[in-house]
């Protein structure tokens, strides 16, 4: 009767131990994956915009801890975080050359080179949209503003001193028809 005793309660001692020894794993393990998706989260712009098809940044980085998506999902962290999310998720096959063009339309525009510029009007009478400015044989010059691009100055030009140039980017060229926002679960 005293051994049977013994052994039920030895038997309860190492369950119990092992409880511990599980339970104590099981938080570390958490812990581990808390930690990645904060660290993933802190990269993220925090503004839930949602173009990275989940509702929300915490979700989306969820969703790369559990290496459920893709590190190059959200367009505006740009190329640069995408590359460290990457890096962070164990994950550096994804592409990420086309982040700015899908945000904003390229603008080209007319540029004229003053110094071979002789001035002879001829770009500026060929202009659809009056961008050119610029009196007889003085230097003429394009407003970027007006420009559409059209090209029929750069074809007109005798001296070859207008070329196209792109513009920097800013918010009066943002591409509104940026594909449509699919909200998916992030679990
Ligand atoms: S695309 Fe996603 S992760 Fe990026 S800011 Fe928008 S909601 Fe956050
Ligand atoms: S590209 Fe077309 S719109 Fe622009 S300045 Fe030249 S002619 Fe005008
Ligand atoms: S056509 Fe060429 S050379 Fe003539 S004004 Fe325009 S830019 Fe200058």
Same mark, same amino acid.
């Given at each position: 009767?005293?051994?049977?005793?013994?052994?039920?309660?030895?038997?309860?001692?190492?369950?119990?131990?092992?409880?511990?020894?599980?339970? /104590?794993?099981?938080? *570390? =393990? +958490? #812990? $581990?994956?808390?930690?990645?998706?904060? !660290?993933?989260?802190?990269?993220?712009?925090?503004?839930?915009?949602?173009?990275?098809?989940?509702?929300?940044?915490?979700? /989306?980085?969820?969703? *790369? =801890? +559990? #290496? $459920?998506?893709?590190?190059?999902?959200? !367009?505006?962290?740009?190329?640069?975080?995408?590359?460290?999310?990457?890096?962070?998720?164990?994950?550096?096959?994804?592409? /990420?050359?086309?982040?700015?063009?899908?945000?904003?339309?390229?603008?080209?525009?007319?540029?004229?080179?003053?110094?071979?510029?002789?001035?002879?009007?001829?770009?500026?009478?060929?202009?659809?949209?009056?961008?050119?400015?610029?009196?007889?044989?003085?230097?003429?010059?394009?407003?970027?503003?007006?420009?559409?691009?059209?090209?029929?100055?750069?074809?007109?030009?005798?001296?070859?001193?207008?070329?196209?140039?792109?513009?920097?980017?800013?918010?009066?060229?943002?591409?509104?028809?940026?594909?449509?926002?699919?909200?998916?679960?992030?679990?």
């Amino acid at each position: 009767m005293i051994l049977e005793l013994k052994f039920i309660l030895i038997l309860a001692s190492v369950l119990l131990v092992l409880g511990l020894i599980l339970s /104590y794993l099981s938080t *570390l =393990a +958490d #812990k $581990k994956e808390d930690s990645a998706e904060k !660290r993933i989260e802190m990269l993220l712009p925090g503004i839930n915009c949602g173009q990275c098809g989940f509702p929300g940044c915490n979700a /989306y980085a969820k969703a *790369l =801890a +559990d #290496k $459920k998506a893709a590190p190059n999902l959200c !367009r505006p962290a740009g190329a640069e975080v995408a590359k460290q999310l990457g890096v962070l998720v164990g994950d550096t096959n994804a592409t /990420y050359g086309d982040y700015e063009e899908q945000l904003f339309s390229p603008r080209m525009v007319a540029y004229i080179h003053e110094n071979s510029c002789t001035g002879c009007g001829k770009c500026k009478r060929k202009c659809p949209v009056d961008a050119i400015a610029g009196v007889l044989k003085d230097a003429h010059m394009v407003d970027p503003d007006l420009c559409i691009g059209c090209d029929d100055c750069i074809n007109t030009c005798p001296e070859n001193c207008i070329e196209k140039i792109r513009l920097d980017h800013d918010l009066s060229h943002f591409n509104w028809n940026i594909h449509s926002v699919q909200i998916k679960s992030g679990s």
